[in-house]
């Protein structure tokens, strides 16, 4: 086993500098994965790259063989409080690409004010385009009439800060490229400081409704934008899918992806006193197809303390970390290291694998197994 691609992608999250959430990723993926299923695919384009955080996505979403084209100022940003020190960002903003795409051949950068942009001078070849550059009234106009312009019909734009306060502009110039040019845009969808936009004419698909066929387990409500409905997300979407089993091309619904490990123990009910260390044998099951990765602070057995009532008390708990990979169809039976809370009561202790740094089974979509501990 190795860290999936999105799973990397969400621990860059924490070392690169950037105005984007995973969330939003996640959300683009899926919208871009239906536009696809329905045969729409293209090259992709951001405006406002910064440091490449959103660009990672957005270039993960062009169809294959295609272009991500990267606009940007790329300029020395001074003490320019919105946006940090300067240093030469153009520098960060392709290690960052490179860091995650092994590869610059499919960027094509340009080093503009987007208002020097002609869609005349561009194929309208696009399937994707994000539009997070300036944020005024006219940059937004500017910037969503050119994106417009560069989408196959029926494909996607995302606008930035449409609903945020601090950014007023970006409603603005939304709203007078609505009227400019009525019916050209489409809202789908809102989440995660994200408006989802679909160029119209579009193919007779409903990419909502498609959504939520296909993600049907995933929370949001519905709503009225420029009185269209739309749909809302306002959970995290990296709660409902398998980020060890996704790509960003296609996610898999948590779950769905199947069992990779089996526990098994002999006791449904320990019984123990306050304070107490003790051992508790499981026996972990390897029922992937794969062999589990293993080393000291690397992969091991722990569990998280939970109430009575399931809720988490205790999420991080000592290791038993496995000396050598569990090879698929293989077990291994390991005493498992639980101390006992100090209070007298009723626990669960919720057992499961943790990866360090990538992710607990469970949180991919894989049963633990719950024991009850009573405490004198
Ligand atoms: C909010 S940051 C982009 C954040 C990035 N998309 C992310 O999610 O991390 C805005 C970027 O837009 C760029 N920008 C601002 N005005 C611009 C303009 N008129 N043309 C092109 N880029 C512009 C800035 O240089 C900055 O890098």
Redesign the pocket.
């Known amino acids: 086993m190795q860290p999936s691609v999105l799973q990397r992608y969400l621990a860059a999250f924490a070392r690169m500098y ?3 959430s995973f969330d939003a990723a996640l959300l683009f993926m899926a919208y871009n994965q239906l536009l696809s299923t329905a045969g729409t695919s293209g090259d992709t384009l ?6 490449g ?2 660009s990672i996505c957005v270039a993960a979403l062009r169809g294959t063989g295609r272009k991500f084209y990267a ?3 790329f300029e020395e940003l001074g003490t320019n409080d919105a ?1 940090g020190a300067g240093a030469s960002y153009r520098k960060i903003f392709e290690d960052n690409i490179q860091s995650m795409h092994g590869t610059l051949d499919f960027v094509i950068p340009i080093a503009t ?3 020097n942009l002609k869609s005349s001078d561009f194929t309208p070849s696009f399937s994707f385009c994000h539009v ?3 944020h005024s009234p006219k ?1 937004t106009l500017d910037d969503l009439k050119f994106a417009s312009d560069i989408l196959l019909p029926g494909g996607l734009l995302a606008l930035d800060d449409y609903f945020n306060p601090q950014h007023p502009g970006v409603c603005e110039g939304a709203l007078d490229f609505m009227r400019y040019q009525e019916g050209v845009l489409t809202p789908l969808a809102i989440g995660f400081n994200k408006v989802l936009f679909q160029k119209q004419p579009a193919p007779a698909i409903s990419l909502n409704s498609e959504f939520a066929r296909s993600f049907a387990q995933v929370r949001h409500q519905q709503t009225t934008m420029w009185s269209l409905p739309v749909l809302l997300f306002d959970t995290p979407l990296r709660a409902y899918f398998d980020l060890y089993a996704s790509t960003p091309e296609r996610l898999v619904p948590l779950g769905d992806a199947g069992v990779r490990a089996f526990f098994s123990n002999d006791k449904a009910l320990v019984k123990t006193r306050r304070g107490k260390s003790f051992k508790l044998p499981i026996t972990v099951k390897n029922v992937s197809a794969e062999p589990f990765p293993a080393g000291e602070r690397v992969f091991g057995l722990s569990y998280h303390l939970l109430s009575h009532d399931g809720l988490t008390m205790r999420h991080d708990n000592a290791r038993s970390y496995f000396a050598a990979p569990l090879q698929p169809g293989a077990e291994i039976k390991l005493n498992l290291n639980v101390t006992a809370p100090s209070t007298r009561g009723r626990y669960q202790l919720e057992i499961d694998l943790v990866w360090e740094g990538v992710m607990w089974f469970k949180d991919a979509g894989n049963p633990a197994l719950l024991v009850a501990l009573e405490v004198r």
């Open positions: 950037g105005w984007f951001e405006i406002g790259v910064y440091h955080l959103s606009i940007d100022l946006y004010a987007s208002s997070d550059g300036g940059e």
